[in-house]
C-alpha cells in the first residue's frame, strides 16, 4: 500500500519560511518523479514544482521560481520543499505526488499525471 505522508504546513508571517517534508512508502521510490502542488480554496490544485527520480533535474512553477526549492533524499524516502520569500498568495494546502513516468512534458504540470498523492498540509501566510 502507497502512503504518502506531508508534514511541516503551519502559519507565518509574509516574507517567512516554511519546510515541507513528504515521507513515502510502498513504492520504489527511487524510480518515482515526485512533485509538489497546493490547492487555494475555490481554486484548482497546481503544480508547484518537481524532481525527477534521480534528482538531477528540478521544475518550478514561475509563481515560486527563485523561492522554493525543491529537493529528495532516496535514501530516506523523503522529498522536500523549503519555501522561502513566502507571500499570502502561497496560501493553500499543499500535496506531495508521485509520477512513475519519469519523461517531463507539459502533463507533468497538470495532476491527473501523478499516480499517488498525500493528503495535504496546509500553510497559511498572513499579511
Known amino acids: 500500500q502507497v502512503q504518502l505522508v506531508e508534514s511541516g504546513g503551519g502559519m507565518v508571517q509574509a516574507g517567512g519560511s516554511l519546510s515541507l517534508s513528504c515521507a513515502a512508502s510502498?513504492?520504489?521510490?527511487?524510480?518515482?518523479?515526485m512533485g509538489w502542488f497546493r490547492q487555494a480554496p475555490g481554486k484548482e490544485r497546481e503544480f508547484v514544482a518537481r524532481?525527477?527520480?534521480?534528482?538531477?533535474?528540478?521544475y518550478y512553477a514561475d509563481s515560486v521560481k527563485g523561492r522554493f526549492t525543491i529537493s529528495r533524499d532516496n535514501a530516506k524516502n523523503t522529498v522536500e520543499l523549503q519555501m522561502n520569500s513566502l507571500k499570502p498568495e502561497d496560501t493553500a494546502v499543499y500535496y506531495c505526488?508521485?509520477?512513475?513516468?519519469?519523461?517531463?512534458?507539459?502533463?507533468?504540470?497538470?495532476?491527473?499525471?501523478?499516480?499517488?498523492w498525500g493528503q495535504g498540509t496546509q500553510v497559511t501566510v498572513s499579511s
Open positions: 505526488a508521485a509520477d512513475r513516468n519519469s519523461i517531463f512534458n507539459v502533463g507533468s504540470y497538470y495532476p491527473s499525471r501523478y499516480d499517488y
Open positions: 510502498g513504492l520504489t521510490f527511487d524510480m518515482y518523479a
Open positions: 524532481i525527477s527520480a534521480s534528482a538531477r533535474s528540478t
